[in-house]
């Protein structure tokens, strides 16, 4: 069987992305807490807000699509980065058996 996500490549690829969206985020989040703004809609989240605040008539609050939405994102990216960091490590290897194994 076919398991390109058992390979160190795919798992390096994989965890890099995931922690390229995660410093996205929190780079996000620390702009957010910097602004001075005291009655205005601040929000942080890349690609999508997942989190705003603001002054009394609007409260804070999670927008729980946009959580789900990067999450998504977030698994997708991730898995095509691993993919592609496998199969550039396997190329060299196409017409061998052991670059597809069965």
């Known amino acids: 069987?076919?398991?390109?996500i058992r390979t160190k490549a795919f798992a390096a690829?994989?965890?890099c992305a995931l922690l390229l969206i995660?410093?996205?985020?929190?780079?996000?989040?620390?702009?957010m807490s910097e602004e001075?703004?005291?009655?205005?809609?601040?929000?942080?989240?890349?690609?999508?807000?997942v989190y705003e605040s603001g002054t009394i008539l609007h409260l804070e609050?999670?927008?729980w699509l946009g959580l789900i939405a990067d999450?998504?994102?977030a698994i997708l990216l991730s898995v095509a980065i691993g993919l592609l960091c496998y199969f550039s490590r396997n190329i060299g290897r196409l017409g061998s058996?052991?670059?597809?194994?069965s």
């Open 36 to 49: 001075e703004c005291f009655d205005c809609v601040s929000g942080f989240g890349f690609p999508f807000r």
């Open 1 to 4: 069987m076919w398991t390109p």
């Open 61 to 63: 609050r999670v927008l």
């Open 71 to 73: 999450i998504l994102i």
């Open 97 to 101: 058996s052991r670059a597809f194994p």
């Open 13 to 15: 690829g994989f965890f």
């Open 22 to 31: 995660t410093g996205f985020n929190v780079y996000s989040y620390t702009r």
